[in-house]
């Protein structure tokens, strides 16, 4: 049976915001994408204190330098669409108080009938961190966890009550309340995010970097589940951050989803082989303008269809 499959929105500066948001948006979800997703970067340091993902040396890319808002872009999306769900993969959550946050994510699950998938990360960049961060990045794990009770009291009945380091509410009503509850997905690889995850997440959100880690890490996942008792399903969707180019990436050293179609599509078929319920593919850093991106993701989809996912 084929997998669910999302789509990133256009955020980056080659697009413009107010028109190829919603069109790349109705596009996709008349296509057949399942979900629509957007991903947070605040500003592109020169130089960088840091490399990408904190490892030195390697360079932030160039598309990073403008990236729109994501929960304005999304509320875009849910404006121009009916059906699809509407994701964050991910929020770095100390860059957001929790209390607004919280409020922001009910009401677009309200405005959009119940579609939202709150992905929500502790990020890595420190310039990003000394310029927007509610506590400093040694914190980071702590707000996470702060921003998740947060949610768990405002999407919660009323009166609403809560003290915490960095959020207090008085018995208040605070409304609207979401549609459903909000689903709540982690990205995690390493043991303390793992137990995070699995005691108070709805789902996993990996990074799609090759199938067989994929599996391995989709298999410690459960494990640990098992371990600690979870009596629900954890939820997935990988992330595939995907260079497209016209022509075949060559070279044994083809990084996944690196390459023309054909070969995003190869990748697709290797990652749900390993048993992920749901993989979202962001294909705007490296299409030219909104038409290029409706009409890579349009091919992809169907010859990932048609390949049998």
């Not at 669910?4 to 697009?15: A, I, V």
């Not at 605070?174 to 709540?184: E, F, M, W």
């Not at 690889?189 to 137990?195: L, Q, T, Y």
Request: net charge negative; aromatic share 6%; glycine share 10%.
């Amino acid at each position: 049976m084929p997998i669910p499959l999302g789509l990133g929105l256009p955020q980056m500066k080659q697009y413009d915001l107010g028109r190829d948001v919603a069109d790349v948006a109705r596009a996709a979800e008349a296509v057949g994408y399942e979900s629509l997703w957007v991903f947070e970067r605040v500003l592109f340091p020169e130089p960088a204190t840091q490399g990408l993902y904190g490892v030195p040396g390697l360079a932030w890319p160039e598309h990073y330098r403008s990236v729109a808002d994501p929960l304005v872009t999304l509320t875009l999306a849910a404006a121009a669409t009916d059906r699809a769900r509407l994701g964050t993969s991910v929020l770095v959550a100390p860059l957001h108080v929790p209390f607004q946050l919280a409020r922001s994510l009910a009401s677009l699950d309200v405005a959009s009938g119940g579609r939202v998938i709150a992905g929500l990360g502790t990020g890595w960049s420190l310039d990003e961190y000394a310029a927007a961060a509610v506590a400093p990045f040694e914190k980071r794990g702590a707000v996470l966890d702060e921003l998740l009770d947060v949610c768990a009291a405002v999407w919660g009945p009323d009166p609403v009550s809560y003290k915490g380091d960095l959020t207090t509410i008085a018995p208040s009503e605070v409304g609207p309340k979401p549609a459903r509850p909000i689903p709540v997905f982690l990205p995690a690889s390493g043991p303390r995010a793992i137990r995070r995850l699995v005691d108070r997440a709805d789902g996993w959100m990996p990074v799609a970097m090759g199938a067989s880690q994929l599996a391995e890490q989709w298999q410690r996942v459960r494990d640990v589940a098992a371990e600690r008792g979870r009596d629900r399903p954890v939820g997935v969707c990988a992330r595939a951050n995907a260079r497209y180019s016209a022509k075949p990436a060559e070279g044994q050293g083809r990084q996944p989803f690196h390459g023309n179609v054909a070969q995003i599509v190869e990748d697709l078929v290797a990652h749900a082989t390993t048993g992920v319920p749901e993989i979202m593919l962001d294909l705007q850093g490296t299409t030219r303008d909104a038409m290029e991106l409706i009409d890579v993701a349009t091919e992809v989809y169907e010859a990932a269809r048609a390949a049998g996912v």
